[in-house]
């Protein structure tokens, strides 16, 4: 049975633990205010231009826009969003655990499929999983992912796709949807794809009028929509991080609660043992002097 300095040295070192988890949730709590208005703020433009888009890809000539143009199932390139950091529930096991599912089950049929990670937790779940599939690991950029950060992704990815170097890329990330809810959502970035199903592109019909061309106007807007998907991922992976950070230490400052009285249930039992053997032994003491 430990002894009572032990069991109050226990609770003291519960006690600084919750002390801190209840600090970070308070972080949390406030860098999610912020992430949640960015990524609710980021979405109707990244639906309205993929809207726009899918509509372009439906009617006008793709043979000449290599981001619209669809290929084999040669080469396939997987942006996997995770954090840096970890102390936030299963927010980086969920998300890994479904690109290593997709890698492995391979449901399109790629003859190879590679890996982008962002953020150290995707690399430290997956290297000894798949790491010959990691091509590239960005670090130290999900804390405050901002649009240049989108864009300098984005090119690249661009630039390899364009380059014929993949014949698809997917994004997987979480998809904030409250503070304890975060959505696994894995999405085709290229080619770019129609979302609507052709009786409602035929129900919403609009003639584009571009200026000063149709390839000047396409050249620009294509690569901007991969960069607005990648940017609004980072947005929502950011958010739901913070959700998940602040629902888990919301958890870890309970539990210490609960171990705090149970600790302190049994300090207080151990003490009476304690006291109640302490008083015999005066007792037996004096009954043996008489």
């Not at 519960?14 to 980021?42: G, S």
């Not at 609004?232 to 919301?250: F, H, I, K, T, Y």
């Not at 009285?261 to 032994?281: C, D, H, S, V, W």
């Amino acid at each position: 049975m430990p002894s009572l300095k032990d069991i109050k040295k226990r609770i003291g070192s519960v006690k600084n633990t919750q002390q801190i988890t209840k600090a970070m949730k308070m972080v949390a709590a406030a860098k999610l205010r912020r992430a949640q208005e960015a990524a609710v703020a980021a979405r109707p433009y990244a639906e309205k231009l993929h809207s726009v888009v899918s509509h372009l890809a439906q009617r006008e000539d793709i043979d000449g826009h290599a981001l619209l143009n669809q290929r084999g199932t040669g080469r396939a390139l997987v942006v996997l969003m995770t954090a840096d950091r970890g102390l936030c529930g299963g927010f980086n096991a969920n998300v890994s655990k479904e690109a290593e599912r997709f890698i492995r089950a391979n449901e399109q049929g790629f003859d190879a499929i590679d890996l982008m990670i962002i953020g150290r937790k995707g690399r430290d779940f997956l290297k000894n999983r798949v790491g010959d599939k990691i091509t590239k690991v960005h670090e130290n950029i999900t804390a405050d992912a901002t649009y240049k950060t989108a864009q300098l992704i984005g090119q690249e990815v661009v630039d390899a796709y364009s380059a014929e170097k993949y014949d698809a890329v997917y994004v997987i990330y979480n998809a904030f949807q409250s503070a304890i809810v975060q959505i696994v959502t894995v999405e085709r970035m290229l080619p770019i794809q129609s979302k609507e199903t052709d009786e409602e592109l035929q129900d919403t019909s609009i003639d584009y009028i571009y200026e000063p061309d149709q390839g000047e106007v396409l050249s620009q807007l294509l690569p901007k929509m991969v960069e607005v998907q990648i940017f609004r991922a980072l947005l929502e992976s950011n958010a739901s991080e913070q959700g998940a950070r602040m629902a888990s230490m919301d958890s870890a400052s309970r539990n210490a609660s609960e171990m705090i009285g149970k600790l302190t249930l049994q300090y207080n039992r151990a003490r009476q043992a304690a006291i109640t053997k302490e008083l015999m032994e005066i007792i037996s003491g004096a009954e043996s002097i008489k």
